[in-house]
């Protein structure tokens, strides 16, 4: 048990609704004799030496976020460099802690690892565990990550009402284009066809950065859509990309790239073409932040899963992430495993799978359950038209014009 | 009972999560005699003569939308002038129908008072009720406008969790800048705070229209703002102008302004005087289409206020609006009442009043039971630091240096 005395937890990227609850799982699943350390604003405070000694008050206050969005350690992006991971080592080896514990996305788990290779070298023990986040769902080696069912649930809703709104104001408008998170894997904007169970219902096209969208067909689409509709209702990943073009980007801070305006240029692009009234918008931080979106069984899962870590870190596991593996068994069951960081690693970024593409209703049936009883249908009677099977214009766009 | 036998009903302006429910209200309200015709896509339908009757098969279909958002007639914005006014006096004179009731916001009010001078002039009897809706609450002679409680409610949770977001992400972004709707008044964006309990959260300062903002004071406030909080959440209304300068537009279509944009201008001012990371996003169409986030409150007050419009159409009240006046006694009670259709059109647009802007506590007090039981907080356990009263950082605008 030695090794486990000391103990330094972080959190790392971007915040959602339920990392609190991962991190208050992973406390709770903790024994007694442990010295935790909340390691401040992600890798920052591995390298700047901001680590801070929980006791029985601060841990109670850390507690009272497991319904708080946000990351109570504080989180941030930051450019680990190697320089910097030889840093943080030697920090956490003038306070004799030898397990090291941060729940992330794919950056964490490669920090993680790299870490744990610097440790060796160093000739220091360091135990290493990873909890998964991320509401794009683009970390590899586990069915899916806490944050992204409750963010889907967000997406969806948002999506199925905004629908609905510009279905009233057809005489004034006609074209809305909603853009999504997600980076470069189209999970979040695939869970805007969730709700769709009407012919001609919203939304009426998905784009996913898995599929670069081609300019004129896409115009000519979208008009075909009107055509049929009265409105189009289209949903773009921040990822996408026009044929040819690259991804769009807000800006670049800490040496990453912070995407987003996509949407801007669709909105261009088909005023200029078509002369439609046309309005572009971003869903916004409350994608990953709306506690009042929290699909239960996201919440919950979260709150497992860094429970889990604190078990494996007990039994001596190192160089892992937990992992949340669906079974083949009728109905909704998962066991969480252990997979190898360095697995994580070399599968990389986790797009989605060809399979969801070609069959979105196959992607639906994996969804629904992450998202459980938090999926609020409009009213059970309600049916404007008769039900469909998802249009899922978006396979056009791999064929180009 | 003659007057009454044929109705005509439409919905206008921008859709709220509950304009549906007060279209059910009504309908639920007529007498079974009664022949209802739906005009489709507000005024437009009435000029372009595009009304449905109504039978037994497609009411059913309406009441269906009691928890639909948007406008399921239709709804949308029309450039309604007096010519045209007279031919959907004429539609409706060659129809026989003389009874006109339209759910809407301040335009709406004033055209149906027109409507009627124009009818009278042309010696038609036309009885004409108003229903009133904005998520704006800028329409006078009630004391708040259904759907307003519900885009408040969107507005408050969606600025508490964002902020929790931010406060994880301040080594890497410090200051947001959320824009809201409301036009020219500052409603939604004061309801922003309504959640604002400890020392430090956001919002940390809320900019609204009734006040301009001096760019050098705001600079300034928002520099002292980041220096004691480590990250300001800055709320601004979408109606907000600099000083001097006049209100962004996103664009004028049919004659009518769509205000957007001012929270970029603000990014943009604060990142070349600052140096920080500034995102600036706009809450969207999810303000007043979320169906989840209604308040039942809302939803409920929504329906009663259309029941009432058809209990006064049966007692043949004309050229009123039904108005929602709160009583003095201890909790929350009301009445609805009628106004007339005059008072409202002079007394128009309503604007935050003085009192509420000197003393934010009054508004969050007046605002809170209107959201109800839907007031979701943070784990009651949850205190970040000490409550404090809402420091109302916008009120410094006003002194211009």
């Known amino acids: ?216 067909p896409f115009v000519r689409q979208v008009q075909n859509i009107v055509k049929d509709n009265g409105i189009a209702t289209i949903v773009v990943s921040e990822g996408v990309a026009f044929e040819g073009g690259s991804q769009v980007q807000r800006e670049v801070v800490n040496g990453r790239a912070v995407l987003g305006g996509i949407s801007t240029e669709m909105e261009q692009l088909l005023r200029s073409e078509l002369g439609l009234n046309v309005r572009s918008e971003n869903l916004g931080m409350n994608q990953r932040s709306a506690m009042w979106a929290v699909s239960s069984r996201d919440h919950q899962e979260a709150y497992e899963v860094g429970k889990q870590a604190a078990l494996y870190l007990e039994k001596g596991y190192s160089n892992v992430m937990i992992s949340i593996q669906r079974s083949d068994a009728i109905g909704y069951n998962y066991d969480l495993k252990s997979v190898p960081l360095e697995q994580v690693f070399i599968l990389g970024e986790r797009m989605l799978p060809e399979t969801f593409i070609s069959n979105p209703a196959d992607f639906y049936s994996w969804l629904e359950p992450l998202i459980g009883d938090q999926v609020r249908r409009y009213p059970p009677a309600w049916k404007r038209r008769k039900p469909h099977d998802l249009k899922y214009h978006k396979l056009e766009f791999g064929r180009s014009q």
């Not at 991962?22 to 591995?46: A, T």
């Not at 009272?64 to 460099?81: E, I, K």
């Not at 943080?88 to 992330?104: E, M, P, Q, S, Y």
């Not at 889907?152 to 510009?166: G, T």
Request: with cysteine.
């Open 1 to 216: 048990m030695n090794r486990m005395h000391k103990i330094a937890v972080g959190q790392a990227g971007g915040p959602t609704a339920v990392i609190n609850a991962s991190l208050v799982g992973f406390v709770d699943g903790l024994p007694e004799n442990v010295e935790l350390y909340g390691v401040m604003n992600g890798y920052q405070g591995l390298v700047l030496n901001e680590m801070e000694r929980f006791d029985r008050s601060s841990l109670e206050w850390l507690k009272q976020h497991r319904g708080v969005p946000g990351a109570c350690l504080g989180s941030g992006r930051y450019a680990f460099t190697s320089d910097l991971i030889v840093t943080a080592v030697l920090n956490l080896k003038a306070r004799d802690i030898h397990t090291l514990v941060f729940i992330g996305g794919n950056g964490t788990m490669a920090a993680l690892q790299k870490m744990s290779e610097a440790a060796a070298s160093m000739n220091y023990e360091l135990q290493t565990i990873g909890i998964p986040k991320t509401v794009d769902n683009d970390l590899s080696a586990t069915d899916h990550a806490p944050g992204y069912a409750s963010a889907a649930h967000f997406v969806s809703m948002s999506v199925r009402d905004i629908n609905k709104d510009l279905e009233a104001m057809r005489n004034f408008e006609q074209v809305r284009i909603i853009e999504t998170m997600g980076r470069n894997a189209g999970w979040l904007a695939m869970a805007a066809g969730l709700h769709k169970t009407c012919d001609g219902d919203g939304p009426h096209m998905i784009c996913i950065p898995e599929l670069a969208v081609a300019k004129e």
